[in-house]
């Protein structure tokens, strides 16, 4: 083998170390968390101070409701521009010494008690809102829910009793009671034939109810009077209440398990602090300032 030669495979071997060696390189930079200056990125500064990328996100979770008709682009460049006005004047603030503002003070103390709160109370509620308390909400709620009745019915709601005795007649000639409350019921769900679904008695009126749990699947009642007017009902079907699924209710049951366990906390809390209510000559009722959302689940839609 020429000197040449070995030169040349030498050069080769060189070369193709390196492209392993850079191409290592690159797989490990690929690897390599980002930094937070890359996740991070300031975008303007104002006098000096930087606004960041996270500046942004937390105006925009602050601001809310009034940046939801936006586009993303138009809704950074608002937060944005809102973000640099408020460091302007916050600063001019700064020197007209209105931090020193009695009723400035009392305003931050307040702010800041109510964000020690807040952010407590959701560490507190994400806590507990685990998979299996969930679950065992559900469980609780549907053996509470199982077995009890619904009806499926249709009604044609008219004003008078001589209406909803003219309806009858021609129901008893054979007429569809559906295409008839299309035509002639008052009812807002007249369009859909008269059909009201699934319901529970209680979810009607008395009236209403009695008669059409009374009803078999199938038969038409006689007029029907209730405060709404006069109505004709045909029960379609009956059965036996089912638990909806518990991932149609999941994010229900999810509120209810944070609520209740914010509220168990404070109420603990509230068991070992020294509260003197001074408006009140008598010893006060212990308020229950927050009280978990009702335990109910929605029925099942057909």
């Not at 682009?73 to 608002?78: E, F, G, I, Q």
């Not at 937060?79 to 460091?87: G, S």
């Not at 931050?108 to 109510?114: D, P």
């Not at 059409?212 to 009077?225: C, N, R, T, Y």
Request: aromatic letters at 6%; a neutral charge; charged letters at 35%.
């Amino acid at each position: 083998m020429t000197s040449s030669s070995s030169a040349a495979k030498f050069g080769l071997r060189a070369h193709l170390a390196y492209a392993a060696t850079g191409c290592l390189a690159m797989v490990l930079l690929a690897g390599q968390p980002v930094r937070a200056e890359e996740a991070n990125p300031v975008l303007a500064k104002v006098n000096g101070a930087e606004i960041r990328q996270s500046d942004v996100a937390l105006a925009e979770e602050e601001l809310g409701p009034s940046l939801a008709q936006m586009d993303p682009a138009t809704k950074k460049d608002n937060v944005l521009a809102f973000l640099i006005d408020m460091k302007i004047v916050a600063k001019a603030a700064e020197a007209k010494k209105i931090e020193d503002r009695d009723d400035f003070k009392a305003r931050l103390a307040f702010t800041r008690n109510r964000l020690l709160m807040d952010n407590l109370l959701a560490v507190e509620g994400k806590a507990a809102t685990t998979e299996e308390a969930m679950k065992k909400v559900y469980e609780d709620a549907s053996k509470q829910i199982t077995g009890e009745q619904e009806v499926h019915a249709r009604h044609i709601l008219v004003e008078t009793e001589d209406e909803a005795k003219a309806i009858e007649d021609e129901l008893k000639k054979g007429a569809d009671f559906a295409e008839l409350a299309k035509k002639k019921s008052k009812d807002p769900g007249a369009s859909d034939g008269g059909d009201l679904g699934f319901f529970t008695k209680e979810q009607m009126v008395p009236e209403f109810s009695n008669v059409a749990f009374a009803l078999e699947p199938g038969k038409i009642s006689d007029p029907v009077k209730s405060q709404f007017g006069w109505h004709i009902i045909k029960v379609e079907e009956k059965r036996n209440r089912k638990a909806p699924e518990f991932e149609q209710v999941k994010a229900q049951i999810e509120t209810y398990v944070t609520r209740k366990a914010q509220a168990d906390y404070v109420a603990k809390l509230r068991e070992t602090a020294k509260v003197e209510r001074m408006d009140q000559p008598t010893e006060a009722a212990k308020p229950d300032a927050m009280k978990p959302a009702d335990s109910k689940m929605a029925p099942a839609k057909k």
